[in-house]
């Protein structure tokens, strides 16, 4: 606290002398300023402030105590980030929601082979010799979120990820799940994607493993000696379908305030986005003894894991008695909202957010960003002590509940969808330093933005973050080049950065495809083995992530700024031509999926015309936001209209609270991005009728668009 009480005391220009040197290079320039000489002076003071130290004794205080949502120790972190803010002179508050949860009262996996000797009995608490956390009796029992109780006996059936292909594989095989036990591996898929296929196909129950192969001693070293994932880490997670609505199950689309009766809320038994079979997760420990015990034919090669037999796809050999025991209850949960007035566009908003709670202690995910975000704050807190204020309201969200589904920031956000209706951008972090490795995902209007920003803010090793980020996306692609190269993939090279899209998975989700509010989400990646597990805790970060903080700089760094353009740039800097050239692509590639499908009855002509009226129009309008009017205001609302035409008032087929055309998480992928989803899941099912009539929602959508570019062209 001294070293802060000090901080506060210098005048900014002394503190921008603590700056590393290689950022003396600072751009003439920024996309959306009409001169840009003052913000570079503010980028400057800002970046002298977020301190490493600082962030690590944040992270240290955040992890001193498992706190999973709902929970005193959850509460307490509240109040943690509520002061950091109030210090750092925002407007805080601590806003309450109360959304269904559960907490396992009994968890019991018994595995006994033809004879009914026992094979095993779980889950094995998680320990290692030499961790300092793992035996704290506050850490809950491993289980899943959203989970019914369950009390189930049953053959097994192993389907490897469990993805629609690998179930796919089973029926080629002649094996069926229906009244089995499914065990699938993590990997491939959105852990509620794998209860959802099962539960389709008339499964009993889902035990989700982590093999060997995918995060364990095949990839390296265990934690302690290593990264990844000792023998009895478990992955725990939330299988609620996400993919159909995030948020509390009981509220689709409103927000689950304290005072909201009951006789407004869905019945979350039966609510939409709840599985109906039982689940949960193992060590691959515990499930070792059930896939060394299962007879049936062998797997495909593709299909073996690291552990160190012959897998067999079962049924035979082994059943499991699984009972599960969940309290669900309406559990309060804590959001932390801190504020900073706008002065010439008040209604404007710029939210930046990350969730604070775990599963267990939560170092990596999430209070990783949690740390760099408070050091973001405390940068602008520094700017605010000048005098400095922002053009656009500035609004930073510490959301509760995630890892249940995204629920504090789903709550939040359908609470204030009417003001979000003209906030510019939203920001994320979440994984915020698992390692050296700086990434990012965007909506297209944003990818370059996020570039701009990298090549401004130094890296924690030397050169800028986005020299950092090309250079190990250049590694990457070169060692994927050569595995693959007898397949004849990792040709191409991208002359920029690849920036991702958006699936879901983390708390931009309502923003972007419920509201159409433009996001990204940063993070900054490494061999991380131990997600979700009681060994994601400080002492695995600081022997394996980021010793002395400064990846925890670097991303206070770069959240920071892209909050501070954000806020004070003339006219917003979307880049709707990359946008354009993207639907285009999308569009190209969704037509010779169908024609290879043979899915007849899909006219893209139309689509790819508005498409190209869309492209055409933001080139002109690229140019306007280059030469700025004087009063960029009518602009600068046309700009931000253009995302919230892409929505659609009805949303996706059987998932309406997803209302953007051009991305949504997948109904059988659950975090990765499917892009134009209408189209493309219709495809994917063959569903020729469908996919016309989602055809013509995006075209319209394209269109619309495509006339506010026009508009804002002239």
């Not at 105590?65 to 509240?78: L, R, V, Y």
């Not at 959001?335 to 969730?355: C, S, Y």
């Not at 309201?393 to 003001?419: H, M, V």
């Not at 892009?675 to 269109?703: H, M």
């Amino acid at each position: 606290m001294n070293r802060r009480a000090l901080a506060s005391c210098l005048c900014l220009s002394a503190l921008a002398i603590s700056l590393p040197a290689q950022n003396s290079g600072m751009p003439q320039s920024a996309f959306g300023y009409r001169d840009f000489s003052a913000q570079a002076k503010i980028d400057q003071q800002f970046l002298a402030v977020p301190d490493a130290k600082l962030a690590g004794e944040e992270l240290k205080t955040l992890t001193a105590a498992p706190h999973i949502a709902g929970s005193k120790e959850d509460h307490d972190t509240a109040l943690f980030v509520a002061e950091k803010f109030k210090a750092a002179g925002l407007d805080t508050s601590i806003v309450t929601y109360k959304a269904w949860m559960n907490l396992p009262k009994e968890i019991h996996v018994t595995a006994t082979d033809a004879n009914g000797k026992v094979l095993m009995t779980g889950p094995t608490p998680e320990h290692v010799e030499g961790d300092p956390f793992d035996d704290d009796p506050r850490v809950v029992t491993p289980f899943n979120g959203s989970s019914p109780s369950g009390d189930v006996t049953a053959e097994v059936v192993y389907a490897n990820y469990g993805r629609p292909e690998d179930f796919k594989k089973l029926d080629d095989l002649g094996i069926s799940v229906k009244g089995k036990i499914v065990l699938v591996r993590y990997g491939g898929n959105f852990r509620g994607v794998k209860v959802y296929i099962a539960q389709e196909r008339g499964a009993a129950g889902v035990i989700i493993y982590s093999d060997p192969a995918d995060d364990g001693y095949f990839r390296g070293d265990m934690y302690p000696k290593g990264p990844y994932r000792p023998a009895t880490g478990v992955q725990r997670g939330a299988v609620q379908y996400l993919f159909k609505y995030p948020g509390d199950a009981s509220t689709p689309g409103a927000a689950s305030t304290p005072d909201l009766p009951e006789s407004k809320r869905l019945n979350p038994a039966t609510a939409p986005n709840m599985p109906q079979i039982p689940s949960t997760p193992l060590s691959y420990h515990d499930a070792a003894p059930i896939l060394e015990a299962l007879t049936g034919p062998t797997v495909p090669h593709e299909w073996q894991g690291a552990l160190p037999f012959t897998y067999h796809a079962g049924p035979g050999g082994v059943k499991v008695h699984m009972v599960l025991k969940q309290d669900f209850a309406y559990r309060d949960i804590w959001d932390v909202i801190g504020k900073i007035p706008g002065t010439e566009w008040p209604d404007d908003w710029v939210v930046a957010g990350n969730h604070r709670d775990a599963w267990v202690y939560g170092a990596v995910d999430p209070n990783s960003g949690t740390a760099a975000m408070l050091e973001a704050v405390h940068g602008i807190g520094e700017l605010l002590k000048t005098g400095w204020k922002p053009k656009r309201t500035i609004i930073f969200g510490s959301w509760d509940a995630e890892e249940e589904g995204l629920i504090g920031s789903t709550e939040w956000a359908e609470d204030n969808a009417a003001a979000l209706g003209h906030a510019v951008a939203y920001f994320n972090t979440d994984v915020g330093v698992a390692g050296p490795n700086f990434d990012a995902s965007a909506v297209p209007s944003l990818k370059d933005f996020v570039r701009e920003v990298t090549k401004e803010v130094p890296a924690a090793k030397g050169g800028d973050v986005y020299d950092q980020w090309k250079k190990s996306q250049a590694e990457g692609e070169s060692r994927r080049h050569s595995a693959n190269e007898h397949l004849g993939q990792g040709a191409h090279q991208n002359p920029d950065v690849e920036i991702g899209d958006l699936g879901s998975g983390s708390d931009y989700t309502p923003f972007i495809q419920h509201l159409g509010v433009p996001s990204t989400d940063i993070g900054s990646s490494g061999p991380y083995g131990v997600y979700h597990s009681v060994f994601d805790n400080y002492n695995w970060f600081i022997k394996n992530a980021d010793p002395t903080f400064v990846y925890e700089q670097q991303q206070a760094r770069v959240f920071g700024i892209e909050v501070l353009h954000m806020a004070d740039t003339d006219v917003l800097p979307y880049d709707y031509t990359t946008y354009g050239k993207e639907i285009t692509e999308y569009l190209d590639t969704a037509k010779k999926k169908a024609d290879d499908a043979k899915v007849s009855g899909l006219d893209f002509a139309p689509a790819l015309a508005a498409a190209k009226r869309f492209t055409t129009a933001a080139e002109a309008v690229h140019k306007k936001q280059q030469s700025i009017p004087a009063n960029p205001t009518e602009l600068n609302a046309q700009l931000r209209q253009v995302e919230a035409d892409m929505l659609s008032s009805a949303g996706l087929p059987n998932r309406p609270w997803f209302k953007h055309t051009i991305y949504a998480p997948g109904e059988y992928t659950g975090y990765a991005a499917v892009v134009i989803p209408g189209v493309n899941e219709a495809i994917d099912a063959k569903d020729g009728a469908r996919g016309s009539a989602q055809l013509t929602v995006l075209t319209e959508a394209i269109n619309r668009a495509a006339s506010t570019l026009e508009a804002a062209a002239k």
